[in-house]
């Protein structure tokens, strides 16, 4: 049973590698682009959502029932998923909408990261600080992006990209705390 118990490791961690350059590659995507055309590729970075979100959400299907946190992976996934259908399906938004938009949804998932993150703690799951860290940079993006002044300072573009790459750091800490998320009886089930 280890062997089969490795092999899920390495699945979801594979699985979440695969979210993460998906999101890197949004980040890098959309750094370079000026903020005049970022209305025509907001169905780009919707559908990075989209994949981002529907691997949480088979991520918690296939392991719900060992791993802590699972409920809160697929509040994100569907929240992901849910939220990306506004960039692919309206092709011409605003600019000024567009960072709004993502740093709601970034706030919103700093907000389940944090509240896991406790959840964590109290189960005693080692590094719980992790989603406590990445929970504030999370909400911290997401309210910068939500400020007028800072946005035209340093260009939606960047701020959209920052939240990006704010995700995927997220994903790599997940990475990182899987084997600390998997329930220890799960390894002889």
């Known amino acids: 049973m280890k062997i089969y118990h490795k092999l899920k490791l390495k699945t979801v961690q594979v699985l979440w590698s695969v979210a993460c350059l998906v999101l890197l590659f949004a980040g890098i995507f959309v750094i370079g682009k000026d903020d005049s055309l970022l209305y025509n590729i907001s169905w780009e970075l919707g559908v990075c959502m989209l994949v981002a979100g529907q691997i949480n959400i088979f991520i918690y299907i296939k392991n719900k029932h060992y791993l802590h946190g699972a409920r809160w992976l697929l509040a994100d996934g569907m929240i992901t998923v849910l939220l990306s259908v506004f960039p692919i399906i309206h ?12 740093g709601i949804w970034e706030l919103t998932l700093g907000v389940l990261k944090f509240i896991e993150a406790i959840e964590l703690y109290d189960e005693k799951i080692k590094r719980w ?14 309210v910068f992006s939500l400020i007028e002044p800072i946005d035209h300072a ?3 573009n960047h701020v959209i990209a920052l939240i990006f ?3 995927a750091v997220g994903f790599i800490f997940k990475i990182i705390m899987y084997p600390r998320l998997v329930e220890k009886r799960s390894i002889h089930h």
């Not at 605003?94 to 709004?100: C, G, N, T, W």
């Not at 600080?129 to 997401?142: Q, R, T």
Request: negative net charge; glycine residues 10%; hydrophobic residues 60%.
């Open 154 to 156: 340093i260009g939606h």
């Open 165 to 167: 790459f704010v995700q």
């Open 91 to 102: 092709n011409f938004v605003l600019p000024q909408v567009i960072p709004v938009f993502f």
């Open 129 to 142: 600080y992790l989603f406590i860290i990445l929970g504030c940079f999370e909400m911290a993006s997401g």
